[in-house]
């Protein structure tokens, strides 16, 4: 993997789901109408609604009419964002998919980046720089590169401003952000599409989707991907992200959502052969008190470093507690609905 490596790419199909957001998502398609284009790669737009009920299909007609990108709008009542990423996935014709979401702004040269990195690059996805529109000024701390192992809640991204070859190591858990990722179209048909029951389904803030899809591709031998400092989108941080209530609800989740994805997190661990009490495996119990030693020696550090283990608990006690509600022994839902024809 590397440059060099020439990848054959005619068609750029833009993929952006969205619920509720008609005024976000406005700001989103009007600078998408703007991106720069080149005449030897088509590029068309794709906005999957997910059972919206306010004015989205008004904002997509109208953006249409504006815009030189062609523009389709389809509705996925099915709640969750995979289930919309999946009927996205049916309708693209691109070679490759740019995902970006209805609250992001795109530098203007955003496609221009991913076509180049995909043309001189033998990869199967790309990613880059997914940087703050703040609604209200963060605190000094937010800003600084150790309070980047709590970005998770605020959906942002920065590794720098070298290209960097993802690696394919369980225990590297670096990797694109849906709000900012490029991803060859016919290696997501392989594996499957999204996960269903990840992607916030039924409204909660168990998400993930745009993390498990990783672990597939690398089953699949599809891992392929490369961090682009070059592909750069902003995305807007509302003040309701940055409360402490917010950030404990999103970590709990976050637990959550490693127990449905159960063995990915564990490499190496047969889930199902592990001692268990109450419904979860020992060895949590053992890390559970682990990370409690560490957040309580963190009272010697910084505010900030308590802050962080403390929410690393959280997190494990969302794990714990999805293990006890057996989420980690449910079959895998992945690609529900990706076959099926959507309503467009």
Known sequence: ????????????????CT???SAQLARTLDRVGQLATRADCSVDVIVVDNNSSDATPDVVATAAAASPIPMRYAREERQGKSFALNTGLALARGDVLALT???????????????????????VFAGGKVLPMWESPPPSWMLTKRAQDIWGPLALLDYGNERIFYSGSPHNRRRPLGANLAVRRDSMILIGGWRTDLGRPGGTLISGEDHEIYFRLQRAGQFRGVYEPMMVVHHAVPASRMTAS?????????????????????????????????????????????????????WRR?????????????????????FARGLSDRVPLAAQGAANTPRA
């Open 302 to 322: 910084s505010r900030l470093d308590r802050q962080i283990e403390k929410l690393m608990i959280v997190r494990h006690a969302g794990l714990m507690w999805g």
């Open 19 to 21: 619920c509720n957001r």
């Open 101 to 123: 979401d209805d609250d992001v702004i795109p530098e203007s040269d955003w496609l221009e980046r991913i076509l180049a990195v995909f043309r001189a690059c033998d990869v």
């Open 1 to 16: 993997m590397g440059a060099g490596f020439c990848v054959d790419v005619s068609g750029i199909t833009i993929l952006i």
């Open 246 to 298: 917010y950030f404990r609800r999103w970590f709990f989740a976050a637990g959550q959502t490693r127990a449905l994805m159960g063995d990915d997190f564990f490499p190496g661990v047969d889930l199902r052969s592990v001692p268990r009490v109450a419904g979860v495996p020992r060895f949590l119990y053992r890390e559970l008190i682990r990370l409690i030693v560490v957040w309580v020696r963190s």
